[in-house]
């Protein structure tokens, strides 16, 4: 004895598909919201078109001279308006290009500057950490003292993470290089990164490897 009816089993099953077609739509929204932007290689627009190339590259100007705290802090920092002032209250004092600076210091404007990395929330990333371990800037933010505006060099997906969390001999350098954008791992970083691995006193990759070392 049949206990539904043929129109409702079809109901029944239309309903099913109906219920894993907004699962899979959820998925896939929730994979895009969480993604990030901008992509890779693409040059992030702001308000004042700031160059890595011309303060890094040509002047010489260090990353801890505006990022002040990535020495000590999860975040490297945004530098003040008075940072910026500092030279440039003698220098292109009257370029058009950095108008919204200088009434964004004189209080008549906000400056915002767009993100170019930007973590979902349930990833906890730490700048201080891997500098005092042996990480250097280029490492994932790539040469931006050769960029004269700032691009996302790194995916910053869990593999991609994970892939030197497994594996840090391959990215780790000397003390001295680590604000080096120019620095290359040598021929022989194997034994080098074995070395520093023990200098810097790295934990196990059983613990850099754990969930709750990222995702507290």
């Known amino acids: 004895m049949q206990v539904f009816s043929p129109g409702l089993v ?51 100007i260090d990353c801890r001279y505006c990022h002040t705290s990535v020495g000590h802090s999860a975040f490297a920092g945004i530098p003040p308006l008075s940072t910026c002032m500092t030279c440039h209250s003698q220098l292109f004092t009257t370029a058009p290009v950095l108008a919204p600076l200088r009434a964004a210091f004189a209080g008549e404007r906000t400056l915002s500057w767009n993100r170019v990395y930007e973590l979902p929330d349930f990833v906890y990333f730490d700048h201080s950490i891997h500098i005092a371990k042996g990480i250097g800037c280029s490492s994932c933010h790539g040469r931006v003292d050769q960029m004269p505006l700032t691009e996302r060099q790194a995916p910053l997906t869990m593999q991609w993470c994970l892939g030197c969390h497994k594996d840090p001999e391959q990215q780790l350098r000397p003390p001295t290089q680590i604000f080096n954008m120019s620095w290359r791992p040598p021929a022989n970083q194997r034994e080098l990164g074995h070395r520093l691995r023990l200098f810097y006193h790295l934990h196990s ?3 850099l490897t754990s969930c709750s070392t990222c995702h507290h």
């Open 10 to 60: 079809l109901a029944l099953k239309i309903g099913a598909l109906g219920a894993l077609a907004a699962v899979v739509a959820g998925l896939f929204l929730w994979r895009r919201y969480i993604a990030l932007e901008p992509a890779m290689g693409d040059p992030v627009v702001q308000v004042v078109p700031f160059s890595h190339k011309h303060h890094v590259g040509d002047d010489g």
């Open 205 to 207: 990759t059983r613990l």
